[in-house]
């Protein structure tokens, strides 16, 4: 008997649940029911407002636009970067609720985006033989602890899990900062390159890891993911930094541009 007025409970609440819950998926952008029918959780007005980049202009770090950053550069560590959106003020408002307005569900929208990027490396490789990759990992640039404790996580390597998820890729941690900096977006170029200067070093025991399960023969690719990709000096310490420690081609997978 009191097994059937379980059974006539739970058979009362499951209409009940479902009413509470939503029977139609809701948009991670705008809160507004959608469909389900576009390949990301978002409605079809914010699926249409995203400036995918599908043509890049220069080859190296993926601008969809003339390029001054790379020729200027002295030296390039990294074999080349692409990012899946323009940064527009759309963009700029997704980044802001994920990163500072604590909205962390922003990570399910934002992270398959990178798919887009990863893609584009596979189509537009610097050299032929780069698209046999060899093998490949997905790491991300750290944040210092400092900046940890104040948003309370990073934005980079949440990105990279998903990333990591969608690819079947692992995800390793093979950077730690060596200090904190001031937020990167509000200064000159030549400013942004003398804080990035000896910022990083590698993280040992994810390098060792890294090797062991790669050995020592064949090519090894590094996904190296950041949410904004602005002159390319992070990146570029990152794979300087990397490169000092291990034979590898470091690729960068930025979220906008």
């Known amino acids: 008997m009191l097994g059937s007025m379980v059974r006539r409970c739970l058979e009362w609440l499951a209409p009940l649940e479902k009413l509470l819950s939503g029977s ?64 527009d003020d759309t963009m700029k408002e997704w980044l802001a609720l994920y990163k500072y307005r604590g909205k962390e569900r922003l990570r399910r929208l934002l992270g398959p985006m990178l798919l887009h990027a990863y893609h584009l490396h596979r189509r537009h490789p610097v050299e032929p033989a780069q698209r046999d990759p060899g093998a490949q990992w997905i790491s991300f640039v750290p944040l210092s602890e400092e900046r940890l404790r104040e948003r309370g996580f990073n934005q980079a390597r949440q990105l990279a899990e998903e990333l990591g998820r969608l690819t079947g890729l692992p995800v390793i941690s093979l950077l730690r900062r060596t200090r904190h900096t001031d937020k990167q977006s509000f200064k000159s170029r030549a400013a942004r390159l003398d804080d990035m200067k000896g910022i990083f070093e590698v993280d040992e025991e994810g390098l060792a890891r890294m090797k062991a399960v790669s050995g020592s023969t064949g090519r090894l690719r590094i996904y190296l993911i950041d949410d904004v990709y602005t002159t390319g000096s992070t990146l570029n310490e990152c794979a300087r930094t990397i490169r000092k420690k291990a034979s590898a081609e470091v690729y960068g997978i930025s979220w906008a541009r």
Do not use: M
């Open 24 to 87: 139609k998926p809701i948009c991670l952008s705008c809160g507004a029911g959608c469909d389900g029918s576009k390949p990301l959780p978002v409605c079809s007005g914010c699926w249409a407002s995203i400036p995918w980049i599908t043509e890049v202009l220069c080859s190296r770090c993926g601008r969809f636009e003339h390029c001054t950053d790379c020729s200027r550069r002295e030296t390039t560590y990294y074999s080349q970067n692409r990012s899946a959106v323009r940064y």
